[in-house]
């Protein structure tokens, strides 16, 4: 810029520093204190449960959330989908997806260690393992399943409980939310309530 | 594409359309100044900060009003980051945030990019996301929008010198467009399981224990290597599970309205507190798209010719549902290395490429998202791009490297669009001979010049970026995936950041003082290097006279304007990026199928 230009640009800046740093300064206060804080006070009062993260208690215990993925492995449980999250499954306080490409080798390893570890609990089971059963969530906190997922399931743990098939089939249609009017989200099953059903049906 | 993939498609276009059209009004009103009670709300802050409303400027002003307005913005969300530690409302304890990773979340949160280096759950107190990051959200959108809005009075403008006052057109947006836009959002996520609360974080006791393995560190925190090498791990076991808590649906509003896209949590709006059910996703696509969509018929409006707005509004939606239908026929279609599982769309389950997607969304909600959120540069995700199939993930790349002009982010995609639509009309003009006009504006030599720097500066920047990073080891040292995937990687964090979008194909480590100091710069770059050349083309353009429309006009509405906006955009937008999206995703594709 030359010299000529310079006096023009100071003037250009006089009087536009004390604008910035006050609207600044309000809207900071408005969109970052009190938008928040109303919001909260709001919530918190029209609804509470949903607020503060849709808790599961079962006596005095908190046993977890709706909305948040548990790890199962025993065979008397429902299994939910893998997840990548670190340095533990279904860790709610570092969320994470596995972010493997298509192409990636682990990905493979994964999704047959997976289809292995499913054939070994239930070896009489010949179908074929439901994608979502055998991959990990963009979360890691997937607290669903597909209905295929947990119907391929349910054969094991009605076994593993000595609970009639139909009992535990039930139980599946009870915990599923549909497709919404034929196009909104994919019907699902929730894993954590589904299995704390089963812990009532057969302790 | 299944049934229920082309009835969400079409559902959404019509709700999108029903809701931005009434916006579109109210915007008009508010940014012209005729929200009288509105007025007399902002008169007692205009006297604090000393502004006289009636005082409007010229572009340079205008321009310097912005960039020292975004100035501030960037130390105060670097000093916050820094000082969080010794600040209130942090109840993890969380440390202060490193410089490096300070630096570029600054620039990302003032240049309206939202690109996350960080975890938001394992590293921002809620005082930083309230004060910071949700601030800069609102503040990021209104930059934007203001730009446009001075951009679109320039064409309105008879011989005028001013396009504006800086402070008032802030103001306004802020405060009576986005403000009661986000609480009504956010009131409407919380109800339906969007957490809302400052409480630590919840520990719940799980059903079953988990046994996991953790390295083994010594006396001084290292990791223990054996004599081969490995890491040694041991075994733990847990039954808690600690649950993130956190004012999210705050955030969450005005992530989604003002086109930011950074997340509360680490894996944003796929974590089941950002988006909790099919609907949420929903009101989140919707939101994300409708501001930019509301200005194209704002730009219509003011104007005052709104087939103007239809023609900008038609380019934009081919493009986007060519998008749509591509991101779910491909994700759809599934992985053929994953042969030994089902992957068929039945009643029962979505099938498809379901790994990085949650089961609620399915592919066709993932799809339809991930295209949206960058054909508008809003970059939330709710499922991992960087999982999804070689030409799945191509689209969301593509759409980003078209410059965040289909609906785009708000403001800056409007005026994205407008600088290829004054291209357009250049091109069309030499081919038939004609002085080029746009809305009566004559395009000149200084048009054209603002226009080429706008256009070019950011896939410069975008490709620079990239060989610097493929050619150097800290560059490199970030890939998570090998081979064609990896070089994918690194295009689309550099392609993201210079279009401001701020998604990611996540597994690169980008959380490197080498990634946040160069994507830092990047998108500093993409953002004020295209705002100022607009800005210059507002202030000429608002000088100049209004010519009537005569026989020798070129229409600037009709089918006939559509395709040549739309070949223009993907001759000039797409042609740059050929070659290095061949030795991305294309090389890929071919690899998978040929397995």
């Keep these: ?203 | 594409m299944t049934m229920q993939a082309w009835i969400l498609m079409v559902v959404y276009m019509l709700v999108l359309v029903a809701l931005a059209w009434p916006l579109a009004r109210w915007m008009t009103a508010v940014m012209d100044g005729k929200f009288a009670f509105g007025k007399r709300l902002e008169a007692p802050l205009y006297n604090l900060a000393g502004v006289r409303p009636d005082h409007e400027s010229d572009w340079l002003r205008y321009t310097i009003g912005l960039l020292l307005f975004n100035g501030i913005g960037f130390v105060a969300v670097y000093a916050l980051q820094r000082l969080q530690d010794v600040l209130p409302l942090n109840p993890q304890a969380l440390a202060a945030v490193t410089s490096d990773s300070s630096f570029n979340t600054a620039i990302s949160f003032i240049t309206n990019t939202n690109w996350q280096g960080y975890a938001g759950e394992s590293t921002m107190s809620y005082l930083t996301q309230m004060l910071a990051l949700t601030v800069q959200n609102f503040l990021s959108a209104a930059t934007g929008i203001v730009v446009a809005i001075a951009l679109i009075r320039s064409f309105k403008r008879r011989s005028a010198g001013t396009v504006g006052n800086v402070w008032v057109d802030l103001t306004r947006c802020t405060l009576w467009i986005l403000l009661p836009l986000s609480l009504v959002v956010a009131l409407l996520y919380a109800s339906q399981g969007v957490i809302q609360n400052f409480s630590p974080y919840q520990d719940v006791q799980t059903l079953e224990a988990q046994t996991f393995d953790v390295p083994k560190v010594d006396a001084a925190g290292q990791p223990i290597v054996d004599a081969a090498g490995q890491k040694v791990t041991e075994s733990q076991t847990t039954q808690t599970q600690s649950i993130a808590m956190g004012p999210v649906a705050s955030q969450l509003a005005i992530k989604q309205l003002g086109t930011n896209g950074g997340g509360f949590f680490n894996a944003n709006s796929a974590h089941p507190f950002e988006n909790p059910t099919p609907a949420t996703d929903f009101m989140a696509i919707i939101t994300l798209l409708l501001i930019a969509a509301a200005l194209v018929f704002v730009f219509g409006d003011m104007v005052g010719d709104m087939r103007q707005g239809w023609a900008v509004f038609w380019a934009m939606t081919i493009i986007f549902l060519v998008s749509v239908f591509l991101a779910t026929h491909y994700e759809q279609q599934g992985n053929p290395l994953l042969a030994n599982t089902d992957q068929a769309a039945t009643r029962l389950q979505a099938g498809g490429n379901m790994e990085g997607k949650e089961v609620r969304f399915g592919i066709a909600a993932s799809a339809l998202y991930a295209t949206a959120t960058t054909a508008v540069s809003n970059g939330s995700v709710n499922a991992m791009h960087d999982s999804f199939t070689p030409l799945g993930g191509a689209v969301p790349m593509v759409l980003i490297q078209l410059g965040e002009v289909v609906f785009g982010g708000v403001g800056s995609g409007l005026y994205g669009i407008l600088v290829f639509a004054i291209l357009a009309v250049f091109i069309a003009g030499l081919m038939i001979g004609r002085t080029p006009e746009y809305l009566g504006k004559k395009i000149e030599i200084f048009e054209m010049k603002m226009v080429a720097i706008a256009i070019l500066v950011t896939p410069l920047a975008v490709l620079i970026g990239t060989a610097v990073a493929v050619m150097t080891d800290p560059g490199r040292a970030g890939v998570a995936n090998p081979g064609a995937h990896g070089f994918s990687e690194i295009l689309y964090a550099l392609s993201s950041a210079g279009n401001n979008n701020g998604s990611a194909f996540a597994g690169l480590s980008a959380n490197t003082p080498f990634y946040n100091t160069l994507l830092g710069i990047v998108m500093w770059v993409g953002r004020f290097g295209v705002i100022v050349p607009v800005m210059a083309i507002a202030g000429s353009l608002a000088a100049k006279q209004r010519l009537a429309v005569t026989p020798g006009t070129l229409p600037t509405h009709g089918p006939l304007f559509v395709a040549l906006l739309i070949g223009v955009l993907l001759l000039v937008g797409l042609l740059n990026y050929v070659p290095a999206l061949a030795l991305g995703p294309v090389v890929e594709h071919l690899q998978l199928m040929n397995r």
């Design chain 1, 1 to 203: 810029m030359n010299t000529n230009t310079v006096k023009q640009t100071d003037s250009a800046v006089e009087g536009v520093v004390r604008p910035a740093l006050v609207l600044f300064l309000l809207l900071t206060i408005v969109t970052g204190i009190l938008y928040p804080l109303v919001v909260t006070g709001i919530a918190q009062k029209a609804f509470p449960v949903a607020a503060n993260g849709s808790l599961i208690t079962r006596g005095d215990k908190v046993v977890g959330s709706q909305l948040i993925g548990q790890a199962f492995s025993s065979p008397r449980y429902f299994w939910s989908r893998l997840s990548a999250t670190s340095p533990m499954a279904y860790n709610a306080a570092a969320s994470s997806g596995s972010n493997l490409g298509p192409l990636n080798p682990a990905l493979a390893k994964a999704v047959q260690d997976r289809v292995d570890a499913l054939r070994a609990a239930d070896p009489g089971n010949t179908a074929a393992v439901p994608i979502d059963l055998a991959t990990s969530s963009a979360s890691g906190l997937d607290p669903h399943i597909s209905v295929a997922a947990a119907n391929y399931q349910a054969g094991r743990v009605a076994r593993e409980r000595n609970l009639p098939l139909a009992t535990v089939q039930g139980l599946i249609v009870k915990h599923t939310e549909g497709m919404w009017l034929q196009w909104l989200g994919e019907a699902r099953v929730n894993v954590l309530e589904l299995n704390l059903d089963l812990d009532v049906a057969a302790p």
